[in-house]
């Protein structure tokens, strides 16, 4: 069993940065594959980044946003770069238990956090 709690999320304006932070509870944090999702009000939850040894990232992301891990924290964490007026929505961490590899569709992670709302005014 994973436990995962997202901080850092906020309000900010355009152009500005944030660095979101996911904590994992679990001795084994370094077997699980991380990902970051988004979800804004009314559309589906979407893909951002996803890391287990290199990151991989949604195209529109590219760029501006850069998802690292600390093993010996058992945190992920993702920066956010020049962020735009598209990028606002609740951010969720995520763990996979399948290990080695990336994987970028909600159905491919097992553990979830609670979400954290980023806000961007332009």
């Known amino acids: 069993q994973v436990q995962l709690v997202e901080s850092g999320g906020g309000s900010v304006q355009a152009g500005d940065s944030l660095r979101l932070s996911c904590a994992a509870s679990?001795?084994?944090?370094?077997?699980?594959?991380m990902g970051w999702f988004r979800q804004a009000p009314g559309k589906e939850r979407e893909f951002v980044a996803a890391?287990?040894?290199?990151?991989s990232y949604q195209n529109s992301v590219k760029g501006r946003f850069t998802i690292s891990r600390d093993n010996a924290k058992n945190t992920v964490y993702l920066q956010m770069n020049s962020l735009k007026p598209e990028d606002p929505a609740v951010y969720y961490c995520?763990?996979?238990?399948?290990?080695?590899?990336?994987?970028?569709?909600?159905?491919?992670?097992?553990?979830w956090g609670q979400g954290t709302q980023v806000t961007v005014s332009s």
């Open positions: 995520a763990a996979s238990s399948r290990g080695g590899g990336i994987w970028v569709t909600v159905r491919e992670y097992d553990y």
């Open positions: 890391i287990m040894w290199s990151g």
């Open positions: 679990g001795r084994t944090f370094r077997n699980y594959a």
